[in-house]
């Protein structure tokens, strides 16, 4: 796979788990090749598979608006998800389904070479730092095998409880920050997380206090 279009064809015609057997459509990911920052998600909802575009149900219109928020659109990012294909009942992606899509992820993120990964919600989180609190690393820039990461909560939990949406804004703001300080080549400490100075001000918006110990919402239903 030399290509994203030839990751996408590969992706398309997978059965290597059971996910294939229910799809309408897979969801490669989408954007150029040239991205300086990435998405990942967990996995395609309804509108996903219909389309076999990432991100396109209310989650994605929430998404849209906090890419406009920090001044970039859909077309200079690529956005994908740790399996291609929609898990029955937007449940979340088993172990087994994330391990058979990783080779296209894996060969996605080569291709494009992201300065920036965001990692969206708990299970893209867990790719890289597995069993990590998405609550204590929201919004904080961290290094693991070379690749900058900067994790913040999936954009489906403003849809399942309001009271997220300013922390959500909050860490959008902080990825031209972020994107930087990649830029800059500054070293970041695989460990413990730290945060990413000068963020935009949230006017008019606080973030609220997340429990540590609470659950994120399901975030795939809402897609």
Same mark, same amino acid.
């Given at each position: 796979?030399?290509? %994203?279009?030839?990751? =996408?064809?590969? $992706?398309? !015609?997978?059965?290597?788990?059971? #996910?294939?057997?229910?799809?309408?459509?897979? $969801?490669?990911?989408?954007?150029? =090749?040239?991205?300086?920052?990435?998405?990942?998600?967990?996995?395609?909802?309804? @509108?996903?598979?219909? @389309?076999?575009?990432?991100? $396109?149900?209310?989650?994605?219109?929430? +998404?849209?608006? #906090? #890419?406009?928020?920090?001044?970039?659109?859909? @077309? !200079?990012?690529?956005?994908?998800?740790?399996?291609?294909?929609?898990?029955? !009942?937007?449940?979340?992606?088993?172990?087994? /389904?994330?391990?058979?899509?990783?080779?296209?992820?894996?060969?996605?993120? /080569?291709?494009?070479?992201?300065? +920036?990964?965001?990692?969206?919600?708990?299970?893209? &989180?867990?790719?890289?730092?597995?069993?990590?609190?998405?609550?204590?690393?929201?919004?904080?820039?961290?290094?693991?095998?070379?690749? %900058?990461?900067?994790?913040? %909560?999936?954009?489906?939990?403003?849809?399942?409880?309001?009271?997220?949406? =300013?922390?959500?804004? *909050?860490?959008?703001?902080?990825?031209?920050?972020?994107?930087? !300080?990649?830029?800059?080549?500054?070293?970041?400490?695989?460990?413990?997380?730290?945060?990413?100075?000068?963020?935009?001000?949230?006017?008019?918006?606080?973030?609220?206090?997340?429990?540590? *110990?609470?659950?994120?919402?399901? @975030? &795939?239903?809402?897609?």
């Amino acid at each position: 796979m030399n290509s %994203l279009e030839e990751v =996408a064809r590969a $992706v398309r !015609q997978c059965t290597l788990c059971p #996910l294939h057997q229910g799809r309408a459509n897979a $969801v490669p990911g989408e954007g150029p =090749a040239s991205a300086e920052i990435m998405f990942i998600g967990e996995g395609p909802g309804a @509108q996903e598979d219909r @389309q076999g575009r990432p991100f $396109v149900g209310p989650a994605g219109q929430f +998404l849209d608006g #906090l #890419l406009a928020s920090i001044g970039l659109t859909r @077309q !200079q990012v690529f956005i994908a998800n740790m399996v291609k294909c929609r898990p029955p !009942q937007n449940r979340e992606p088993q172990p087994s /389904e994330m391990a058979a899509c990783r080779p296209y992820l894996d060969r996605q993120i /080569e291709l494009i070479n992201p300065r +920036l990964i965001v990692t969206l919600g708990r299970i893209s &989180l867990f790719r890289y730092f597995p069993g990590e609190s998405i609550t204590r690393v929201r919004g904080k820039l961290r290094e693991k095998d070379g690749r %900058l990461i900067y994790p913040v %909560l999936h954009p489906a939990a403003a849809l399942h409880r309001q009271e997220l949406r =300013a922390a959500i804004i *909050d860490d959008f703001r902080g990825i031209p920050a972020a994107l930087e !300080q990649t830029r800059r080549g500054g070293h970041v400490p695989e460990s413990p997380a730290v945060g990413v100075a000068n963020h935009a001000p949230t006017t008019g918006l606080m973030a609220p206090s997340i429990p540590m *110990d609470e659950k994120p919402p399901e @975030q &795939l239903n809402l897609f």
